[in-house]
């Protein structure tokens, strides 16, 4: 044929050409995630992850579409989270993706961190994990004490303290004694008199926090006849840092929480004392989303006081502060309506626009 110069793929350097567009690519995914997490934190979004536990004994029923979509058998169209994370996700990549926000309470801000979902689905291994591969709360802390480390001009304190809300009863898992805490509001903040809060200054006082409170968690339970999933696990970390040389100090607080089951009481046909427990998990639960409905329609009134669980809470959901959600779901066909309700939950509170958080920090140096 006349006219028509024959091309080979040597000649256009395919091989190259195709690296620099996966490069390329690969910057510009970045440049759009980094922009999508600018816009977020200026909106003040929940950040919404989601995390299917796994499970050698049963194959995973939903599809993961990419770093953002699941999509469940029988529907048409997938649930979008800020992350979804597939049963092969390591508990190193899941913390990564809240890291940014759990480290800015280093900053002054208020951060809360929740883990949502039916008993079994994989919260309390999200978050507090086996001692060989640790969760969310032990890599969280690691890391505040190496960042506090390093900031050379600023004195930080860091202080823990650990609490559980059983049938709307609030105990001190740092204490030996079981007397139920009271929960105040004092101004923007809610106090509960009497709770222990320890210090933090090395691994091995994150080690013996962790080891008191499960030991006490535990007591509790027996005595009260009860499984420790069936309580809300919080795990409070203040952090004050004062700058060396201005003087300005900054209050931070990181809230760690592993609520109890979300199932519904006519699956477990629960009776007597699981079922008043099922009650109380159900009130809070469901006043935690009905804080997310008010939050994200913009309600004059937030009915944060309808539980002890958004009462507590009330500072880390409020408009100051920031917050990441994980909705936990089970790779098991059978739980399947179960884990499209604990989807619907995470969609609905990726909605709420708490507003860009605010620093706590206060030029006056304390005490003065
Ligand atoms: N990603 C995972 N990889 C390996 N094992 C997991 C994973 N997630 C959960 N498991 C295991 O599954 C079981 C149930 O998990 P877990 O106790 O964390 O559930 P839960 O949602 O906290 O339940 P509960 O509401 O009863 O506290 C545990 O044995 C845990 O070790």
Same mark, same amino acid.
Do not use: W
């Given at each position: 044929?006349?006219?028509?110069?024959?091309?080979?793929?040597?000649?256009?350097?395919?091989?190259?050409?195709?690296?620099? +567009?996966?490069?390329?690519?690969?910057?510009?995914?970045?440049?759009?995630?980094?922009?999508?997490?600018?816009?977020?934190? +200026?909106?003040?979004?929940?950040?919404?992850?989601? !995390?299917? !536990?796994?499970?050698? !004994?049963?194959?995973?029923?939903?599809?993961?579409?990419?770093?953002?979509?699941?999509?469940?058998?029988?529907?048409?169209?997938?649930?979008?989270?800020?992350?979804?994370?597939?049963?092969?996700?390591?508990?190193?990549?899941?913390?990564?993706?809240?890291?940014?926000?759990?480290?800015?309470?280093?900053?002054?801000?208020?951060?809360?961190?929740?883990?949502?979902?039916?008993?079994?689905?994989?919260?309390?291994?999200?978050?507090?994990?086996?001692?060989?591969?640790?969760?969310?709360?032990?890599?969280?802390?690691?890391?505040?004490?190496?960042?506090? %480390?390093? !900031?050379?001009?600023?004195?930080?304190?860091?202080?823990?303290?650990?609490?559980?809300?059983? #049938?709307?009863?609030?105990?001190?898992?740092?204490?030996?004694?079981?007397?139920?805490? %009271?929960?105040?509001?004092?101004?923007?903040?809610?106090?509960?008199?009497? +709770?222990?809060?320890?210090?933090?200054?090395?691994?091995?006082?994150?080690?013996?926090?962790?080891?008191?409170?499960?030991? #006490?968690?535990?007591?509790?339970?027996?005595?009260?006849?009860?499984?420790?999933?069936?309580?809300?696990?919080?795990?409070?970390?203040?952090?004050?840092?004062?700058?060396?040389?201005?003087?300005?100090?900054?209050?931070?607080?990181?809230?760690?929480?592993?609520?109890?089951?979300?199932?519904?009481?006519?699956?477990?046909?629960?009776?007597?004392?699981?079922?008043?427990?099922?009650?109380?998990?159900?009130?809070?639960?469901?006043?935690?989303?009905?804080?997310?409905?008010?939050?994200?329609?913009?309600?004059?009134?937030?009915?944060?006081? #309808?539980?002890?669980?958004?009462?507590?809470?009330?500072?880390?959901?409020?408009?100051?502060?920031?917050?990441?959600?994980?909705?936990?779901?089970?790779?098991?066909?059978?739980? +399947?309506?179960?884990?499209?309700?604990?989807?619907?939950?995470?969609?609905?509170?990726?909605?709420?626009?708490?507003?860009?958080?605010?620093?706590?920090?206060?030029? #006056?140096?304390?005490?003065?």
């Amino acid at each position: 044929m006349q006219g028509v110069k024959k091309i080979y793929a040597c000649d256009l350097n395919l091989g190259e050409e195709v690296e620099e +567009l996966k490069s390329l690519y690969t910057r510009e995914a970045l440049q759009r995630k980094l922009l999508y997490n600018e816009l977020q934190e +200026l909106r003040g979004n929940i950040r919404v992850f989601l !995390r299917c !536990r796994y499970d050698s !004994r049963s194959q995973c029923c939903l599809k993961f579409l990419g770093d953002n979509e699941v999509l469940a058998p029988n529907s048409k169209k997938p649930f979008t989270f800020d992350k979804v994370f597939s049963p092969k996700s390591s508990q190193e990549e899941v913390y990564e993706d809240a890291r940014a926000v759990i480290m800015s309470c280093v900053d002054g801000y208020n951060v809360c961190i929740l883990a949502y979902g039916q008993t079994g689905s994989g919260k309390t291994f999200t978050m507090q994990g086996p001692a060989n591969d640790p969760g969310v709360n032990v890599r969280s802390l690691k890391e505040l004490l190496n960042v506090c %480390e390093q !900031r050379e001009n600023v004195t930080y304190n860091l202080k823990a303290s650990m609490i559980e809300i059983y #049938n709307e009863t609030v105990h001190d898992l740092l204490s030996d004694t079981v007397n139920p805490l %009271e929960v105040r509001a004092q101004g923007t903040k809610i106090v509960m008199p009497g +709770l222990i809060e320890m210090q933090v200054k090395s691994l091995q006082d994150i080690d013996q926090i962790m080891k008191l409170g499960s030991k #006490n968690r535990s007591v509790a339970a027996t005595k009260m006849n009860s499984q420790s999933s069936r309580s809300h696990l919080i795990f409070m970390v203040t952090v004050e840092g004062q700058d060396k040389t201005t003087g300005a100090c900054s209050t931070g607080t990181l809230t760690l929480c592993d609520l109890a089951g979300s199932e519904r009481v006519s699956k477990t046909e629960a009776t007597g004392q699981r079922l008043v427990e099922a009650a109380a998990i159900n009130k809070s639960l469901s006043s935690l989303g009905q804080v997310f409905t008010a939050l994200k329609t913009g309600q004059l009134h937030v009915p944060y006081r #309808n539980s002890k669980l958004t009462h507590i809470l009330q500072p880390s959901l409020g408009g100051d502060a920031k917050a990441c959600l994980f909705v936990m779901v089970s790779p098991d066909i059978e739980n +399947l309506s179960e884990t499209v309700s604990t989807m619907q939950f995470g969609s609905n509170a990726q909605q709420v626009q708490l507003g860009q958080a605010k620093k706590n920090i206060s030029n #006056n140096p304390r005490g003065s």
